[in-house]
């Protein structure tokens, strides 16, 4: 072990040492995303969510720090979704014809305002098709909770009322494999969203 002077290690040189790795390894350069959820969950600690007043659209759970049922999830209703800051898409999709205009509610957004953690996000839709994906990665790619398209509510038949949308023309360069990840990704019809 190399060592800058003959002075004997103490315990509190270890401590130290301990620390200043701790805080290395966990610094926004080595692990942005651990740190972001830590923060965001850090943020939402008291915070709360009124229950829904309407039909509910959406169910989040596992790894929430607000939730607004007994079981701990949080239930949203359109108007809930509608209230969080917005943001929008215009992309192409293999799906629909020309471009089409999303609007929704940030992954991300979602993510702060219930200080979700965890690694991986669970989408699940209405016919209970499921697909698990990286959290970091579907925030880092704009990953959007869509309610209208081209200023509409979306039907069931239209693969309402909420669709995981990802800005697809954006994501130039993908392989075939990579492009088809980001089309399992996008879930229609979407009910239920699980942080892990």
Do not use: C
């Not at 003959?6 to 080595?30: C, E, K």
């Not at 609007?103 to 016919?127: H, M």
Request: aromatic content about 8%; glycine content about 8%.
């Amino acid at each position: 072990m190399f060592r800058p002077t003959d002075r004997p290690i103490t315990g509190f040189t270890n401590r130290l040492a301990a620390l200043v790795l701790g805080a290395v390894l966990l610094s926004p350069t080595f692990l942005p995303e651990a740190v972001a959820f830590t923060n965001a969950a850090r943020a939402a600690e008291g915070s709360t969510l009124a229950a829904p007043a309407n039909k509910v659209v959406l169910d989040v759970n596992g790894s929430i720090a607000v939730s607004n049922t007994p079981g701990g999830s949080a239930a949203f209703d359109r108007a809930m979704l509608a209230a969080m800051p917005r943001s929008a898409i215009e992309t192409t999709t293999p799906w629909t014809e020309g471009v089409q205009r999303f609007e929704g509610v940030l992954l991300s957004d979602l993510v702060a305002r219930l200080g979700a953690t965890g690694t991986r996000i669970t989408a699940r839709a209405l016919n209970d098709y499921s697909y698990t994906f990286d959290l970091a990665d579907a925030i880092s790619r704009g990953a959007l909770i869509a309610d209208l398209t081209n200023g509409k509510q979306m039907s069931v038949r239209e693969r309402g009322p909420l669709w995981i949308v990802f800005p697809l023309d954006d994501m130039t360069g993908m392989t075939e494999v990579e492009r088809h990840e980001m089309q399992s990704r996008m879930v229609w019809q979407l009910k239920q969203i699980t942080f892990n």
